[in-house]
């Protein structure tokens, strides 16, 4: 005597069914674990390695650089004579663009209260030439400081800037804490 | 048989031509001759000063095995700092007279016969020169940064960098009030403060001298805490202090004449006292890049004293003969 194994054409198209959504459950539960847990990672500037040498503006593979400068708030001085913001032989310390040190005028100066200028980056017109960063860092407190914006950023397989960043700032970070911001210790350290 | 030797030549030629235009075009464009084109900020420009304003020669160097130092002072012509916990006390020739251990780091120090004077991040404390301890003041509130430590007139003079004030107390230890500072022509916008810099001394008149970083304005307070009068210097070129927080440190030469310590492009200058540039003490060039200021002394002979934060040194610099 045998087994009857014989399944009719409703059983296996309904048991098909079951199998079919239980691999599709899985499936989509699994990959959904996956992306959670596995890391992305993206590429960013340290601005403590940075030596503003410029290259960001010139090789980024997009015609804007995706590199723009960004202002930690808290490390500023908010100063009438920004290092910044003037060429260092301005003629006066007025927004005249010939005073500018930003070749796009990508820097807004704005008036607080005496002695209290704000500096505001324009990111539209920001080429991340990185000018107004070295004078900061050089004759400042350091507040200006370039990032790579991810809302820009293709996130090339090899970031065509960390291949000749001299400094070897670039390097890829995760992607759930995408950006370096300095700040916060300006009165626990001398900076 | 010569058509296609020419030929041969010609295709030679041309083939070298195309190698060294090759090679040439690798070389121009290699990662390290590549540069970031027109945008370049080229500030090393301002790092070189002419000879002809250096006025002293570095001759000797204290390494200093700690992690951050803190100040350098300068009472009966020996040196006293400190680095980390600890205070050296050493003779004007370099020698070590006394090292003596404290509990944690001292940011700046005070000097004269009856006592020790130790500056901490929040309260102060005085030791006798055999470092028993003779009183310590109540901490100050968490955004205290206490930075700076004069003696004038029988009152111990404290900055408060995270308040922006300066504190007065009794040798006793006791609170003696405090002020806030005015602006070059007296704005009642009091002291600007962006960093962790903020100093003070006290000159041959027994003149209580404030630097309002700021505004790179260098002011004269009575005890009382009233604007006597002020100079200023703003500006890039050597003459001037720039950014947000220069002049970081200073101190007096004993004939009243000011040393300045800038942070950022660091560099060591003399203002006569009118508040004139005078001459460079240490360029750039003698300091990292983008470091701190050094901290400032100078002994009777006019040796400066710099307590050099990134290279954890004490220097030494002697005035040049003319």
Known sequence: ?191 | MMKNKGILIIIAILAMAIVALVFQDIRKSSIEKRSGGDFIYDVEAYKKVSPTLISHKETRQLLLDCSKPGGVFVYNNTIYFTADDELYIIAADGKQKKKLAFHSHINDLAVNDDAIYLLYDNHLEAYSHDKELIFNTEKENEKSVFTSLVLKDGAIFVADAGNKRILRYHTDGNPAGEFEGTGAKGENYGFIISSAYFDMDVNGDNELWIVNTGIHTMQHYSGNGDLKSSWKQTGINIEGFAGCCNPAHFAFLPDGRYITSEKGMVRVKIYDQKGNFESVVAAPEKFMDNGHAPDVAALDNNTILLLDYDKKMLRFFEQLEK
Not at chain 1, 48 to 68: E, H, I, N, W, Y
Not at chain 1, 107 to 119: A, L, N
Not at chain 1, 148 to 174: G, L
């Open chain 1, 1 to 191: 005597m045998s087994d009857n194994k014989y399944i009719d054409r409703r059983n296996f198209i309904e048991r098909s069914f079951r199998i079919g959504l239980g691999a599709a459950v899985a499936g989509t539960a699994g990959y959904t674990l996956l992306k959670l847990t596995r890391r992305s990672y993206v590429w960013q500037i340290d601005p403590f390695k940075c030596t503003q040498c410029g290259r960001c503006q010139t090789d980024c593979v997009l015609p804007v650089s995706a590199v723009k400068c960004v202002h930690a708030y808290d490390l500023c001085g908010y100063c009438d004579l920004c290092g910044g913001y003037f060429k260092p032989d301005a003629n006066e310390l007025s927004t005249a663009a010939e005073n500018q040190l930003c070749p796009t005028q990508a820097i807004k100066r704005q008036f607080v209260e005496e002695p209290y200028y704000e500096y505001i980056i324009v990111e539209e017109l920001c080429i991340g030439c990185g000018k107004c960063v070295k004078g900061c860092t050089s004759f400042g407190n350091g507040s200006l400081i370039l990032q790579i914006r991810h809302d820009i950023c293709v996130n090339c397989n090899e970031c065509a800037i960390a291949r000749v960043c001299p400094s070897d700032a670039i390097s890829r970070i995760p992607v759930d804490e995408p950006y370096i911001i300095k700040g916060d210790f300006s009165f626990t350290n001398k900076s």
